[in-house]
């Protein structure tokens, strides 16, 4: 059983630059593929960068390629979101999800509460 925790959200500016956190808790944190999602109001959730057991493997959803970046600390069972330039689209709850090799982003293995983040323009 994995626990996912996430935090840093808030209120912010267009340009501003905010830092998400998810905090795991249970056994090997470490073997999982951990992604961050978000759904804004009226929209389904959506993809937005997950990172492999080593950060040579990371992928990005488009629209926050070179903005966005996703990084973890094993030692800390934590995921980070460093988001950077953001827009208005940006506002959305966004969540830490954990999966195994043998599951998948359509559904993973564990889902975290969410943080709001909203981004006034």
């Known amino acids: 059983q994995v626990q996912l925790v996430e935090s840093g959200g808030g209120l912010v500016q267009a340009g501003d630059s905010l830092r998400l956190s998810c905090a795991g808790s249970?056994?090997?944190?470490?073997?999982?593929?951990m992604g961050w999602f978000r759904q804004a109001p009226g929209k389904e959730r959506e993809f937005v960068a997950a990172?492999?057991?080593?950060?040579?493997?990371?992928s990005y959803a488009d629209s926050v390629k070179g903005r966005f970046t996703i990084s973890r600390d094993n030692a800390k069972n934590t995921v980070y979101l460093q988001m950077n330039s953001l827009k208005s689209e940006d506002t959305a709850v966004y969540y830490c999800?954990?999966?195994?090799?043998?599951?998948?982003?359509?559904?993973?293995?564990?889902w975290g509460q969410g943080t709001q983040v909203t981004v006034s323009s």
């Open positions: 990172i492999y057991w080593s950060v040579d493997s990371i």
């Open positions: 249970g056994r090997a944190f470490s073997s999982y593929i």
């Open positions: 999800a954990a999966r195994s090799s043998g599951s998948s982003w359509t559904r993973p293995d564990y």
